[in-house]
């Protein structure tokens, strides 16, 4: 890197010549931009000098910590025995067999076969064509209408933002495309408080609302629901109690594909391997990215059942889809290590018995504070909603996102990276972060909640 280059020409070039992702560059001041140099554990360094807690595990992905080597050491060792070859016409190499045998003991029993992509967004692009290839292939092509929910975040590619549903996303691009549809999220503290159904009565009505699209679009048409164990985007989305085994029995009694979008849930954030499995549901397709490498290197794929491989093994059967990295032996190298490292340190079952239970005790004690409306959290990852009035939970801020983003604001200045939705703080660190370390983490959720409060009644917000 240009080490000599001070801090500040990084950051014009940067602006100058860099396109961000998701990022308003009208409003992205050169000097704002925080260019992040290092990493190590939980810890952030910028070229300002700051140290910055990682809440967020770069983008919930750095499940095991920045800066294992142990990683690093795997995959230069295979970048230097075979960097590269693909998958396609009837090769393999041995990194691809060997995460294929991991991820399918990982996998509930009725999953053993994988097909990999470059990102969750890829991931989900393939499940799109493969659930409408496996019922086309099985005689019934029109069984073909995905059902998903509004407010899910399933990717930034056609299909993957078409699966999604973020308003925003759709309102760009001529989206969705067609043969989606979508339902109404389980987001009880954000939709379900003020329809005066109890939280337990809304999760049942949220299901149940996949039940009457499928009897709307007819079953005949439907070819799978894709939901998010607990949406993360979309803000650490926790449906009520009732909502999965509903949507369980409701599946269970129909022919329709249960795709679960592992992303972010997957690889231990819940405090089991997958999220579905915190749910006890029983997914057909698994979407899987992130955690995978915990983002060492970029991957993601597709884990599949027995009864959807066996329809794509039959005779004369080709499924016309691939990407040149689809199993790529570095990335493959990366995410062998990186399993190796969640397994043999009970990172999973240190987020559901010691970890997890700690940090979620702090976490809801943040409910005490006048501007927080509800501290939820699952396994490793929380929201904290933002409110103006503590004894009216149903009020919200004027100009939805702008608290959202002071108190985010505050967050970086004290030193920890959290993320802002709409009018909540969202919370996700790497599962290896310590007990003293979120002891620090809280303390500075507190200070910034303070100082934004402050900012947030001086300017007359509350
Ligand atoms: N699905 C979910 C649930 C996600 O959270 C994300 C990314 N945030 C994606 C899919 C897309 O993954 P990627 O950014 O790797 O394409």
């Known amino acids: 890197m240009r080490v000599n280059v001070s801090s500040h020409d990084l950051k014009v070039s940067d602006h100058k010549h860099h396109l961000h992702p998701f990022t308003e560059h009208g409003a992205l001041g050169i000097d704002e931009r925080r260019v992040i140099s290092r990493a190590d554990g939980v810890w952030l360094w910028d070229t300002d000098g700051n140290r910055i807690m990682d809440g967020m595990a770069g983008l919930w992905c750095v499940n095991v910590g920045h800066g294992r080597q142990e990683i690093v050491e795997a995959v230069r060792a295979q970048m230097s025995e075979l960097s590269y070859y693909n998958t396609f016409f009837k090769t393999t190499h041995p990194p691809v067999i060997e995460l294929s045998q991991m991820l399918s003991d990982l996998a509930p029993e009725h999953i053993n076969m994988v097909f990999y992509a470059g990102s969750g967004s890829e991931a989900n692009d393939t499940i799109l064509r493969l659930v409408r290839s496996y019922w086309a292939l099985k005689g019934q092509p029109g069984k073909n209408v995905v059902i998903s929910r509004k407010n899910a975040y399933h990717g930034s590619t056609m299909a993957g933002a078409s699966l999604g549903g973020m308003g925003a996303m759709h309102s760009q691009g001529g989206l969705p495309i067609p043969d989606i549809h979508h339902i109404d999220q389980p987001y009880w503290f954000g939709e379900g408080m003020m329809t005066g159904m109890s939280e337990d009565e809304f999760g049942l009505w949220a299901a149940r609302e996949l039940e009457r699209a ?23 989305i926790v449906p009520p109690a009732t909502y999965w085994p509903e949507v369980k029995r409701i599946l269970e009694a129909r022919d329709i594909l249960f795709v679960s979008d592992e992303v972010i849930c997957g690889f231990g954030r819940t405090g089991e391997w997958f999220g579905s499995g915190y749910y006890d549901m029983k997914p057909d397709l698994m979407a899987i990215a992130k955690g995978l490498t915990s983002g060492y290197l970029p991957m993601g794929g597709v884990l599949v059942s027995d009864e959807i491989a066996e329809v794509l093994h039959n005779e004369g059967v080709e499924f016309f889809h691939g990407y040149t990295y689809s199993g790529h032996p570095a990335c493959c190298a990366a995410a062998i290590a990186n399993l190796t490292i969640i397994k043999r340190e009970g990172l999973v079952e240190r987020v559901r018995d010691q970890i997890g239970p700690y940090f979620q005790e702090r976490w809801k004690a943040l409910e005490d504070h006048p501007m927080v409306g509800q501290a939820r959290m699952v396994g490793m990852f929380g929201a904290l909603e933002l409110v103006p009035d503590e004894n009216d939970l149903k009020k919200r801020f004027d100009n939805v996102g702008k608290v959202g983003t ?24 790497p599962l290896s972060i310590t007990e003293e370390e979120i002891d620090v983490l809280i303390a500075s959720a507190r200070k910034t909640l303070d100082a934004a409060w402050n900012d947030v009644r001086k300017q007359g917000l509350a």
């Open 214 to 236: 499928i009897e709307e679009i007819g079953e005949e048409n439907v070819a799978a629901f894709i939901a998010e164990p607990i949406q993360g985007a979309g803000g650490v």
């Open 406 to 429: 002071i108190t985010r604001d505050h967050s970086f200045a004290n030193g920890l990276v959290m993320r802002a939705v709409r009018d909540s703080l969202i919370i996700s660190p």
